[in-house]
C-alpha cells in the first residue's frame, strides 16, 4: 500500500510539472514508460545524425569547387556533433553511450529512415540539406520545448546549426536551377527521389501513430505528426516554385477552405519496408558504422587510459 501511496504521489507531482510547463530533469522521479520513451526517441535521434553523414560524406572528394567542399565537411562535422550531443543527453537517463551503440549494431534501436536511400548526383546533397534538414528543423523547432530538460537544451543549438544545413542546401538547387539543362535536370530528379521519404520522416499518420499519441500526453512531442508535415509542405512548395522544381505530386493541391495543401497518398508500404531493413542502403549503412566504430577502437582505449592516468596523478597530488 506504501508503495501505491508513494508512486501516486510521484505520478501527481510528475503530472503537474509537466502541465505547468517545468522541466523534468535527470534527477526528476518519472515514470518508467516515459525513461522508456525518452531512451528510444532520443537514441534513435542520435542514431540518425551520424549514420546521417554516411550518404554525404560520400560527396566530399566529389564536390564541384573547392567552397562546396569546405561547406560539406563542415556540415557533415556539425551532424557529428549533433550525434554527440544528443548521446550524452539520453545517457542522463541511465544508460551508457556503448549500450546505445551496442543496440543499434544489434538491430535493436533504429535511426531515420531516410538516411537508407543513395546520394546519386551532386543535386541529392542540396536535396538532403532543403528538404531532409528542412523537414528535421520543422520537427526539432517543436523539441525544443520538449518536456525533458536534457533534450530541450540540446536541440537549442542542434536547430541553430540545422538552419545553415537547410540554406546550404537550398542554395545548392538554386544554383543548379540556373545552371544548364542538364543541371535543371539532376535537380529535378533529386526533387523526386526525395520528397516522398521528406515526408514520410514525419511517421505515420496520427491515428496509426501510438507513440505519437503518448509523447503528446507528456509534451516530449509537441505537436503531432501530420500537423508537422504540414507545416513543411507548407513552408517548401512555395520555395520550390521560386527556384521552378515541380513538387512530384499530381494531387498536391491548395485548399483554400482548410489553409492549407492537399497531398497525395504517402507509400507507407515502402516506409516500413526501409524500416525492416530492406531499404536501398540499410545494409551498407549499418556494415560501414560496425567497420568504423571497431577501428575506432584504439581511440577510445587511448582516452579512457588517459583519463585513468589523469586521476592517478590527482590522486598522488592530494
Known sequence: MDNNEDYNKNLLEFERKIEAEEKIEPRDWMPDEYRQHLIRQMSQHAHSEVIGMQPEGNWVN?????????????????????????????????????QFVKW????????????????????????????????????????????????SRAMVRICKEESFHQRQGYEIMCDMMNGTEDQRKMAQDAMNRWWWPSLMMFGPTDNDSPNSQRAMKWKIKRESNDKLRQKFIYKTVGQAEFIGLTVPDPDLNWNEEAQHYDFGEIDWNEFYEVIKGRGPCNKQRLETHIKSHQEGEWVRDTAREYNRLKQEVKKELV
Do not use: M
Open 104 to 151: 543499434l549494431h544489434e538491430g535493436k534501436a533504429k535511426y531515420s529512415s531516410i538516411f537508407n536511400y543513395p546520394t546519386l548526383s551532386w543535386a541529392d546533397i542540396g536535396a538532403i540539406g532543403w528538404l531532409v534538414d528542412g523537414a528535421a528543423i520543422v520537427n526539432q523547432v517543436s523539441l525544443c520545448r520538449t518536456s525533458y530538460g536534457p533534450y
Open 62 to 98: 566529389r564536390a564541384p569547387s573547392l567552397r562546396s567542399k569546405k561547406i560539406l565537411i563542415a556540415k557533415i562535422q556539425d551532424e557529428g556533433g549533433h550525434g554527440l550531443y544528443l548521446y550524452s543527453a539520453a545517457e542522463t537517463l541511465g544508460v551508457s553511450r556503448d
